[in-house]
């Protein structure tokens, strides 16, 4: 019994790289993508700091930074965000870094009270989960005046 089993490794192996290594010489044909008159594409996206994003939140008017509301936005931040945010660095999700010269404030607060209809709803929120890799961002069910905390906080981070 042993000398059989002896005999199937060596055989196996044979088999097994006779048929790997691709040695054929026929050439693989390659599929040339459609001439670009054919493909339709997609429209370009508009403005992003056109988009309000989608949800309560239909105008935000910024004045000046007010330093209280500042200290109390960056504490929600660091209890409520902080995990997936990181100021100034990619992590789980973008850094909000300069945020206010890529979003709208009012598609900030939408993104931050809304987001599970915004990736579905919201042209730059479902590019955003696309480029995370999926990994949607949590509800944190915070209020408006929350939310409009950590967006007075974000405008600190430019």
């Known amino acids: 019994m ?6 199937f490794i060596p055989i196996f192996f044979f088999l097994l790289f006779a048929n ?14 459609p001439p ?26 910024l004045g000046e930074i007010d330093l209280a509301m500042v ?26 870094k300069g945020i206010l010269g890529r979003r709208s404030p009012e598609w900030i607060m939408n993104m931050i009270l809304n987001p599970e209809v915004m990736v579905i709803e919201d042209p730059i929120a ?3 989960l696309a ?5 949607p ?5 915070l209020t408006e005046e929350q939310a409009r905390k950590v967006l007075e ?4 981070l430019e």
């Open 126 to 128: 479902k590019q955003l």
């Open 71 to 96: 200290e109390e936005g960056k504490q929600i931040y660091q209890t409520m965000c902080i995990l997936c945010h990181k100021p100034d660095q990619k992590h789980i999700g973008p850094a909000p």
């Open 137 to 141: 961002m949590a509800n944190q069910n």
């Open 20 to 33: 790997c290594g691709g040695g054929s010489s026929e050439k693989k044909e390659s599929i040339a993508p």
């Open 131 to 135: 480029d995370f890799y999926g990994a």
């Open 153 to 156: 906080y974000f405008r600190t």
């Open 36 to 61: 670009k008159s054919m493909v339709e594409e997609e429209p370009a996206l508009a403005d992003p700091m056109d988009n309000k994003g989608v949800g309560p939140i239909k105008n935000v008017e």
């Open 2 to 7: 042993k000398t059989t089993n002896n005999l």
